[in-house]
């Protein structure tokens, strides 16, 4: 087994092992930071697929793989592959009626403010927190109140039972397993009671978001079904809480229409869905 090892300035790693002798595997690469490494098989398509990681690595809010700027990398996805910022403000609509005399609202991984916008458009105040440099130049050109910043250490910083509202739409998919629970945990504790918090992420329940959307971003790590993240709210002290299906599959899959019913219903829903509860 040879290895070759590379320690970028900002932590991460990423770590050739070309192994040899009989055992017939081909070489790899390591990824990831600190204590949490990721294998891939040494192949063209995730060479790509790593070089894109190094691009996309400072737009999520989670554990700092990398601080790697390359201007206009994420706006350019999101405009092809999410939709515009019309589009996500329109479809984020959904949450207001959530917010009917909530005063305040944290946005927790804000991307491109849209949500903001809205917030701000409804006279309600948010306050965003993004990584990216990037995200938060533009969402102070919109004349957005957005810090940058890991969420994890932002939400630490905030006296417990501060917060009346917590929003995170299309964060939670980019995490690893273990950080779930802990940033569930964070929510749960900074929320007010009463507080409400509003997750969204893709709905693994639809099949059609692993032909479709899912793969179509190389960060997504896993995605959360409903079922797990319900239980981690529960044990953070969340309750009422409603599973709410969103972006039918056949708007994106027509053909889907042609499914029976109870089979078109149980698994080609909504590709994404939103959770929420209050603190109790």
């Known amino acids: 087994v040879l290895g070759l090892g590379l320690l970028a300035g900002c932590g991460f790693i990423l770590a050739l092992s070309f192994l040899t002798g009989g055992s017939g595997r081909a070489a790899e690469f390591w990824l990831g930071a600190g204590d949490t490494v990721f294998p891939y098989p040494f192949t063209i398509q995730n060479i790509e ?27 350019q996805f999101a405009e092809r ?13 959904f949450y207001l009626p959530y917010l009917d005399g909530v005063e305040r609202v944290l946005d927790l991984g804000c991307g491109r403010g849209e949500f903001l916008s809205l917030l701000k458009d409804e006279g309600v105040a948010g306050r965003g927190i993004d990584l990216s440099a990037e995200n938060v130049a533009l969402c102070r050109g919109k004349g957005l109140d957005v810090e940058q910043g890991d969420m994890f250490a932002y939400l630490e910083s905030l ?24 940033l569930v945990r964070l929510i749960g504790a900074k929320l007010a ?53 969103l972006s039918p599959a056949v708007e994106s899959l027509p053909a889907v229409q042609a499914l029976p019913d109870a089979f078109r219903d149980a698994f080609f829903g909504g590709m994404d869905y939103a959770i929420l509860g209050r603190k109790l």
């Open 49 to 75: 697929h790593l070089l894109f990681f190094l691009a996309m690595a400072d737009i999520y809010n989670h554990v700092p793989y990398a601080r790697v700027n390359r201007p206009r990398v994420w706006v």
């Open 81 to 93: 592959f999410r939709g515009s910022e019309d589009e996500i403000r329109n479809r984020q609509r």
């Open 159 to 182: 006296g417990d039972g501060s917060q009346p509202a917590i929003f995170c739409c299309q964060v939670v998919e980019h995490l690893p397993a273990a950080a779930l629970p802990r």
């Open 193 to 245: 009671t009463g507080g409400l918090v509003a997750i969204e992420t893709p709905n693994p329940a639809c099949l059609a978001i692993f032909a479709t959307h899912f793969y179509l971003d190389p960060t997504h790590t896993r995605p959360a079904p409903s079922q797990l993240l319900a239980f981690y709210l529960e044990e953070a002290g969340i309750g009422g809480i409603e599973v709410k299906e």
